[in-house]
């Protein structure tokens, strides 16, 4: 690192601190950039433009039985490398930042579930958890290596066929292109009728209503929102920097790269989340905040949400990603 990144690095991590001096229990937002460090890839660039093409809508999967082949044959690969992944710097310092009071909860955009493997505890998995998979007609869920035991099964020679060169995709997908038609996908074994999906929030899809409910409440129950590692380019994730803003909360920001939300924030950190929250770790342990503050009780239960945090947005319901 040159000198000039060093102070700038320091620089940050003394803003940083001093937002948490302010304002010591956070509800932290995160994305795709705590997950970097973990192997897994972001969908966007530092513009906050897509990487790559833009991953399957839900309609698209919900609707072409081709689709689903392609997903899936891809999954087979993709999904080996996201199981394999553990957690990085940004993961565990968040772990320790609610051990220490200071964290009260996280939304998390990531299907990954590496914040609870770091021993994170109050995690909303806002677009759910790619381990599973479940039946779009019955429910039925099941976990995705059984299922995807299954599709090795039906489709020999798929899995290492092309593993070397596909490149992983945030969500298990991998960018492979060959002929699926050949792939075979298995239907729900329990109705017969149904298929499987996993258990994640697609594009085009919507978060479930208790869900977001669920992380409004995080958010109401805060001093500050901290957004950590997401461009929050999609609104499932923008709507709670918007809902803390309403709320007159402050917002503190620490990502690499344009965000949707740049206008709102008291704070912008140019900088990866792993580096700057290990930072703040490592700061707070060595003086820890001030005794009699939040962090010498339990974590608050989240309050149940307000009547209308939605009010304006038309009524309470499941809102698209
Ligand atoms: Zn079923």
Known sequence: ??????????????????FVARYPRLAVVTGAGVSTDSGIPDYRDASGAWK?????????????HEARQR???RALVGFRALQQARPAAAHRALAELEALGVVTGIITQNVDGLHQQAGSRRVV????????????????????HDFHAELAARNPGWQTADAARAALRPDGDADLERDFAGFTVP??????????????VFFGDSVPAARVAQAMALVE???????????????????FARAAARAGKPLACVNLGRTRADELYALKLEA?????????????R?????????????????????????????PPGATPR
């Open 1 to 18: 690192m040159t000198d000039t990144a060093e102070s700038r690095q320091a620089a940050a991590l003394s803003r940083l601190t001093d």
């Open 52 to 64: 790559c093409p833009p991953p399957m809508q839900h309609r698209e999967f919900m609707s072409r």
């Open 71 to 73: 997903y899936w044959a």
């Open 125 to 144: 998995d806002l677009h759910g958890r790619a381990e599973l998979v479940r039946c779009m007609h019955c429910g039925a869920r099941r976990m995705r």
């Open 187 to 200: 239907g729900c074994g329990r109705c017969g009728q149904g298929i499987y999906k996993p258990d994640v």
């Open 221 to 239: 129950a805060a001093d500050a929102l901290l957004v950590a590692g997401s461009s929050l380019m999609v609104y499932s994730g923008y709507r």
């Open 272 to 284: 990866s989340a792993g580096e700057l929250l290990s930072g703040l770790t490592a700061a707070l």
């Open 286 to 314: 060595a003086a820890p905040p001030a005794a009699g503050r939040h962090h010498r009780s339990p974590p608050r239960e989240p309050a149940p949400p307000a009547r209308a945090w939605h009010g304006s947005g038309g």
